[in-house]
């Protein structure tokens, strides 16, 4: 029988990716920072990241098994959220927080909402919002890297504390924490050592580079768009740069783009299908808003990061982005005011 003519309901594009095909592309791209963790910060950055992982895989299979749900853990978004999670946490935090952060992005912000696709806000990054509001002490306990047995402390302002029997007693201000501060160019680490990732922060956002190399991997599988981590990164860098803490054109804008989890936030939470803008337009929006307020908590806010509140609140937009930019239907007539 000819089909040639047959008329049926769209979609009418097919792809062979499937849910679980692109998931495991976002972990292959997270695996350069996993990397750069372990190395910079030791291995109890890699049992934060596994207790974190294997505490999303359970707490998605049990509460779909309670709802009487088809178990999904197969499709791997457990496992990327578990990996976001922990990339959003310093090593020293206790494990136990880590397992409630799992239960809250995986049952709260996920799951309660309809599941993969339903969400309306990244559950990682709501997790860590929601943990840092609850233990702001142990969220913010930025451990120095330790290589060959030497501390590459940032600041030599050092706290001494034991959280599970790790000593951050290298604990040291981040770049970011120096700039609020109103440091000098002299108070900060070298630009290089910040790029890398020999600098006091989370597990997952301290190197640039190993970001970077995991971010061309998505875009050279076209996972993610550029649309949104690029006009993201480069409006937080020239608004950065313009609105100096000595005037006008005298900021620290690469400073500003390699630290505070920028790439890591660019690159693998802002671009996350369900909260983000599918037309181009909106996506462009969606990454100069970003940057706008990630600028504007980090330059006259009291808290010196700032990515994380800026994606959820542009994801909260998101609906209202995607009607104003949504293009329109071929053939539709524009009603009367």
Known sequence: MNKTLTVSSSPHITSNESVSRIMLDVIIALMPAAIAAVYFFGWRAALVIVVSVLSSVAAEAIYQKLMKKPVTIKDLSAVVTGILLAYNLPPTIPLWIVVIGAVIAIVLVKQIFGGIGQ???????????????????????????????????????????????????????TPLAILKSGGVWAELPPLWDVFIGKIGGCIGEISALALLLGAAYLLFRRVNSWRIPITYIATVGLLTWVFGNDGLFTGHGLYHIFSGGLILGAFFMATDYP????????????????????????????????????????NVATPLIERYTRPRIYGEVRGNA
């Open 275 to 314: 909260t983000s803008p599918v037309t181009p337009k909106g996506q462009i929006i969606m990454g100069i808003g970003c940057g706008i307020i990630t600028t504007v908590i980090r330059l006259a806010g009291g808290y010196p990061g700032g990515v994380s509140y800026s994606i959820l609140i542009m």
């Open 119 to 173: 969400n309306f806000m990244n559950p990682a990054l709501a997790a860590r919002a929601i943990l840092l509001a609850a233990w702001p002490v142990e969220m913010t306990d930025w451990q120095s890297p330790v290589i060959d047995g030497v501390s590459a402390a940032t600041s030599s302002a050092t706290s001494s504390a034991t959280i599970d029997g790790v000593s951050s007693a290298t604990s040291g201000a």
